[in-house]
Antibody
């Protein structure tokens, strides 16, 4: 059974760096064709893809936020990470991580989401 | 970026009714179109991938079709648990993008 769970700071102030962790089980990020993606959703709004990291450590970012994003992984501990620098109130959202199957191009398992509020 | 236009934005419907949600891409996406369901508690569940392939465990009342720029999700007979938000996603080119969502509401 594949499970993912996001964790984060909950609340942070403008200009700080947001650090998110995705802890997963049921698959390995060293297995061919596996990836983890980050997606966010402001309250009452739609889904926005942020970044992917792949089994071979390839990384892809949404160009609209690329300069502020860093994705990484710890294969040994089954974790993926996302950092967003210089946050502001527009970054307030629920952040999801999801497993991606490269060949099928689908996010086939999602975490429950972590709520992040940026406020002074 | 490829824009995904999803219609309608909301849809009142009755139990047992057949409903169809549409998604139009701003350019051809070679059938790389996925559908997801989101419940009010935020839980997101994949339903269909590559236009018409049912994710494991998804009931057969869900189906997908389409080609080129136009795609659709059909629920043949609504059950109580189907009232939720639905999102399409194109995964043909990066950045992958989502439609704005369709809220399926009980009439």
């Amino acid at each position: 059974q594949v499970t993912l769970k996001e964790s984060g700071p909950g609340i942070l102030q403008p200009s700080q760096t947001l650090s998110l962790t995705c802890t997963f089980s049921g698959f390995s990020l060293s297995t061919y064709g596996m990836g983890v993606g980050w997606i966010r959703q402001p309250s009452g709004k739609g889904l926005e893809w942020l970044a992917n990291i792949w089994w071979d450590d390839d990384k892809y970012y949404n160009p609209s936020l690329k300069n502020r994003l860093t994705i990484s992984k710890d294969t040994s501990n089954n974790q993926a990470f996302l950092k967003i620098t210089n946050v502001d109130t527009a970054d307030t959202a629920t952040y999801y991580c999801a497993r991606i199957l490269e060949q099928l191009r689908v996010m086939d398992a999602w975490g429950q989401g972590a709520s992040v509020t940026v406020s002074s | 970026d490829i824009q995904m236009t999803q219609t309608p934005s909301s849809m009142p419907a009755s139990l047992g009714e057949r409903v169809t949600i549409s998604c139009r891409a701003s350019q051809g996406i070679s059938n790389y179109l996925n559908w997801y369901q989101q419940k009010p508690d935020g839980t997101i569940k994949p339903l269909i991938y590559y236009t018409s392939n049912l994710q494991s465990g998804v009931p057969s009342r869900f189906s997908g079709s389409g080609s080129g720029t136009d795609y659709s999700l059909t629920i043949s007979s609504l059950e109580p648990e189907d009232f939720a938000m639905y999102y399409c996603q194109q995964y043909d080119s990066s950045p992958n993008t989502f439609g704005a969502g369709t809220k399926l509401e009980l009439k």
